[in-house]
């Protein structure tokens, strides 16, 4: 069976709150999806697109439900975990999550033992959960860098791929983690890195696994993601490697008098080393209101990337592994079993008594929305490989719409992700349509967006230097206040089409902290900024992102 066309209507037994901002039921959606059953989620192949035509002006996408998911959640099949997948079931679907992705460490006992095993209780948690998508996937210590998720499409072959790849080309297993500039090992490290995406892709092209996806994990946490290396990573295979967090998990690091003085929202309290690119600046290595550096600067290393023309996602998640406030402890092991000889902890046990822990629930604090057509785990994955993608904290928004159209068309027009072509000097118009939250987050508090930015930057095409982050020539280029605004409405921003090709994206907040962005106030006057350690109270300042959409002028 196929996976479930969209209606072009809305469910009248819903709430306007329940409406996408398209007017979409995305609740309507998912119930008619558990009507049918895992069966019908897990759909049949969509069909192969026919060649490209030859492109035209303008562009007419379809209209969309956002589907709200974490590729970024560990269990008990992790090393450093501790809670078993229906704790994490539940928590999603409390908190409204309609997939998620399971990416448990690699080691040799996740390898050896628990991938298989979780891969039953995976199965299991579909069957019992039909209107949660379950990813299986893998967090892949990149050789030479940091870490990356990689899940694939359910199938035969979902497991075998993940437990190949591991084995194969993850950089822990093999020791291939140096990366320091000038090592011995460093050059075969990063090729090795590439060469894993360029199999991924292969195991896709085959037919082994109808699809597989890499997002690239906390990229700054560490500095040891350097620029050649994700463009060498996102250049090895596009459809593959498409994109990265452009805020980590772990946002409940720094709430105040938790974890000490020293604390910073997603755990980014390292300071350069050896291994680290040295172009970074130290100022690289914390978050700008909870989202990474590489994402929060504007002009810097994620709009370095969209210069070049090529799309580069950006997503966020909770990279659950320890809950705040949350009383369980790891269990008990058996006399003789360890992690390397079963690749799985012993279940938690419940003390009352609050343990450490840096992260939210999946879906508690970070959302990731991916505009699809049809309910299923193919159409997901292509949602986010289409960039039809935009992120909040805090729950501050209950619905995103964003299209950039030609003002002599009359259709849709193009939206996230996706490329508009027009002509020199033609006017187009930017249409952000925002439904504000309609109820409070799980901290109590109703969200106020306080402002949308529109961020414009030049496309110039490849650059020479591969280890540049920065594109000089973006910069926010408006600001609509949009305090006080309440339910569903539009802001229409005109645009111009000047004399090379541009794209825009959007970024808002509520409004309470903010200052001149890294790049200083003529290129960013009011972005976020980083917290004092240990007082990051992550719910007193929250943002969306979106992804952009490319404006491509025909000649230049």
């Not at 500039?181 to 050059?187: E, L, P, S």
């Amino acid at each position: 069976m196929n996976e479930q066309q969209l209606p072009s209507w809305a469910d009248p037994s819903v709430s306007p709150a329940d409406l996408d901002a398209q007017g979409v039921s995305r609740r309507g959606l998912l119930r008619r999806a558990g009507l049918f059953g895992a069966a019908f989620a897990l759909g049949s192949a969509t069909p192969a697109l026919a060649a490209s035509p030859r492109p035209r002006f303008g562009g007419d996408d379809p209209r969309l439900a956002y589907l709200v998911g974490d590729h970024h959640v560990h269990s008990v099949y992790s090393h450093d975990a501790k809670y078993t997948f229906s704790q994490q079931a539940r928590a999603a679907a409390k908190y409204g999550l309609d997939w998620m992705v399971f990416n448990e460490h690699s080691n040799f006992g996740h390898a050896n033992y628990g991938a298989k095993l979780e891969h039953a209780e995976i199965v299991k948690a579909r069957a019992e959960n039909p209107r949660q998508l379950i990813f299986q996937g893998l967090e892949w210590y990149i050789p030479a860098a940091e870490h990356c998720t990689v899940f694939a499409a359910p199938g035969p072959h979902e497991t075998d791929l993940l437990t190949q790849f591991e084995l194969a080309y993850d950089g822990k297993l093999l020791n291939y983690t140096e990366g320091s500039a000038g090592a011995a090992d460093t050059a075969r490290n990063e090729a090795h890195a590439v060469k894993a995406i360029k199999w991924l892709a292969e195991q896709r092209r085959s037919g082994y696994v109808d699809d597989v996806l890499v997002i690239a994990n906390h990229p700054l946490r560490l500095g040891i993601d350097s620029p050649h290396e994700m463009r060498g990573w996102r250049d090895a295979a596009p459809e593959i490697m498409i994109g990265m967090e452009g805020a980590p998990g772990a946002q409940g690091a720094a709430i105040p008098g938790w974890r000490g003085a020293t604390s910073i929202r997603g755990e980014y309290e390292n300071k350069p080393s050896a291994q680290s690119w040295a172009g970074y600046p130290a100022a690289a290595y914390v978050t700008y209101g909870g989202f990474d550096w590489a994402t929060a600067t504007v002009g810097g290393l994620w709009d370095s990337m969209l210069a070049e023309g090529s799309l580069y996602s950006i997503t966020t998640n909770s990279d659950n592994h320890r809950t705040v406030f949350d009383t369980w402890k790891n269990g008990d092991w058996p006399a003789g079993q360890n992690f390397d000889n079963t690749g799985k902890l012993p279940d938690p046990v419940n003390t009352d008594t609050p343990q450490p822990g840096s992260d939210f629930w999946p879906g508690e604090f970070s959302r990731t929305h991916v505009g699809v057509t049809r309910y299923g785990y193919r159409s997901v994955m292509a949602g986010l490989r289409a960039g039809r993608v935009w992120v909040d904290h805090g729950h501050l928004l209950d619905g995103l719409d964003v299209r950039v159209k030609r003002d002599c068309d009359s259709g849709r027009g193009v939206t996230l992700g996706g490329r508009l072509r027009v002509r020199k000097g033609e006017r187009i118009t930017l249409y952000v349509t925002v439904t504000s939250a309609s109820r409070p987050n799980p901290q109590g508090i109703l969200p106020e967006l306080a402002h949308v930015d529109v961020i414009r930057g030049a496309v110039r095409g490849p650059v020479s230097d591969r280890d540049t982050w920065q594109a000089p020539d973006t910069r926010v280029v408006q600001t609509k206040d949009v305090s006080g605004r309440k339910g569903t409405y539009t802001l229409r921003i005109p645009l111009t089409a000047g004399d090379e090709s541009f794209y825009v994206r959007l970024r808002g907040s509520d409004g309470k902290r903010h200052g001149a962005g890294y790049l200083g106030a003529s290129v960013d006057p009011h972005g976020p900024i980083p917290h004092e350690p240990g007082n990051g109270d992550p719910w007193a300042d929250t943002w969306f992102y979106s992804n952009p959409i490319f404006v491509d002028v025909a000649g230049a």
